[in-house]
């Protein structure tokens, strides 16, 4: 039992791994290197950086002394960004990337390191949202959503860890996903899935990565007031939806639009500093909207209750 535990929970298994590797503390002095405190001259690569949270965290970098390519399949925003900081010292590169296509990251992160050599954080950020049931969820919001929410973050993955690992300075990824990949949210079912699988990648990413000094840390917003509500802007025309969705017709529905979730929208620079924040004090979870902790509770609370029903009933 307890080697399961080991296996999958990350806050047990730093210690199960000093215990398996048989010696002491001095083998895992790294660990503590992780943490990219001393942001300043460090590089980062933001997808989804021309827009909403992605270019905050943009600003928050380069305010920060850090070095930033900014990768957007948006080209006008993203030539805006490139445009706002040459008025400044900052170091900041726009680089127009699609983060389903693995060629395309994979190109930009080559950018990226003939601009400014090695790269410490990665932000996999780029997201869009498709909604509906699943009862009306046409193949291609399947598709869609996936190849850019979840392929998105392997591709940035695939195309950065390996020098990340190898250069051996340490660093962060940050994976954004969503409180929709904590809570069941009804009409966002496939985005939810996507943000879901997001939670899950960057849970065993922690785990794996805390052996090379790098750590993770996975953003999980509630409402951001951002450009998502027009993701449908960047749908590629092969991946067209037949039909209007719920959340088309929902986020013009006032009724909806005036519920809890909505008079909780946050601006997105508050979120830019926390995520710095996370980077610089290696913080694993960072939820922008603490006042819904109690909704993420009753979910953890209802698996506690199910684990206390099914001991019971094996005896
Ligand atoms: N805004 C919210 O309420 C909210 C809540 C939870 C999670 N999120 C997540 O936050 C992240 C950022 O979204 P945002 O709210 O800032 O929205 P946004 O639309 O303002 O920014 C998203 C950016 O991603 C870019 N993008 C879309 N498809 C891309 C692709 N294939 N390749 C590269 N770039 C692409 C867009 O051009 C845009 O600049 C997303 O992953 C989203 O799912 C948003």
Known sequence: MYSIIAYTCPLVLPRAQKRRKGSGTEEFDHIGQQNVKDVAGKTAFVTGGASGMGLAMVRSFANAGMKVAVADIEAEPLNA?????????????????DVADLESVTEGAAKTREAFGQIHVLVNNAGIVTGG????????????????????????LNAFLADMIAHGEGGHVVN???????????????YGTSKFAVVGLSETLRIELVEHGIGVSVLC?????????????????TLAAERETNFERARTDSEIA???????????????????????????????????????RARTQEIEN???????YCG
């Open 81 to 97: 960004v490139v445009e706002e900081f040459e008025e400044t010292n900052a170091s900041v590169i726009g680089l127009q990337v």
């Open 133 to 156: 049931t699943f009862a009306e969820a046409e193949p291609n919001d399947w598709r869609w959503t996936m190849n850019v929410n979840l392929d998105g973050v392997y591709n940035g």
């Open 176 to 190: 954004t996903a969503s409180l929709a990949g904590h809570i069941a949210v009804p009409n966002l079912g496939v």
């Open 221 to 237: 917003p509630g409402v951001v007031n951002t450009n998502i509500f027009t993701a449908g802007r960047n749908r590629p025309s």
């Open 258 to 296: 005036d519920n809890e979730v909505m008079r909780n929208i946050i601006e997105p620079d508050v979120v830019g500093d926390m995520v710095l924040h996370a980077i610089q004090n290696d913080q694993f979870y960072i939820f922008t909207h603490p006042d819904f902790a109690p909704i993420v």
């Open 306 to 312: 199910a684990f206390a029903y099914w001991t019971e």
